[in-house]
């Protein structure tokens, strides 16, 4: 009997386990799509092109304004106790000493309470040195020179202060720089910008 049984038992359990797998195969499941057939597509339904993206989340940037073009600065008169605006030009050829020199009298000015517009450089100038042969007219180009410059531009420079500023200047002025104060004008702000002969003589063009 208990032999009949346990046949009875397997037979059972083997109709059991073949109708679970028909009815796997017949109803793919959604969660599990390993049991899905290979023909139907699932995830049609559920997009995923957004999934990843976070520009959107930041907050929008406004638009970039166009740079306006440079104005000149308003030029101080002098006064009684103090000069009118003045610039302090450093040249040289090593470009590091130049530069090196002017950020020396910006914290200088900074030091002394000497109100500093503006620090700017001037277009780097070349000079082509030329070298005649001993023998003949020929002349080649032996080197060329590029001059660096640099400006410190300084607001109503106190009278009493600026002999003592000048006199510190002069005494830590490196080998091969060349310094130079003078008041500043309209001339000195229009070297500040490279020339563009192309486009004056479009701009003379259209005017005619």
Known sequence: ???????????????????????????????????????????????????GRWRHLLPKEPPKKKRDRQQMKEIVAETNT???????????????VVEHFSQYIHNL????GVKVMDCYALPTKSTEVWLMQEQGTKMLVDSILKTHNRVVQLRSLNATVCPIFL??????????????????????????????????????????
């Open 1 to 51: 009997m208990t032999a009949v049984f346990r046949k009875v038992s397997v037979t059972q359990k083997a109709f059991v386990l073949n109708q679970a797998l028909t009815s796997c195969r017949a109803t793919p499941s959604i969660q599990h799509p390993v049991w899905a057939s290979v023909n139907e597509r699932q995830y049609k339904s559920m997009p995923t092109h957004g999934i």
């Open 82 to 96: 103090t000069y009118a605006t003045l610039n302090v030009n450093v040249s040289g050829y090593d470009m590091t």
């Open 109 to 112: 000015c900074n030091r002394l």
């Open 167 to 208: 006199e510190v200047l002069l005494k830590n002025q490196p080998e091969g720089v060349q310094l130079s104060v003078q008041e500043h004008t309209e001339a000195d702000f229009k070297a500040r910008f490279k020339g563009r002969p192309e486009l004056e003589g479009l701009k003379a063009k259209i005017s005619h």
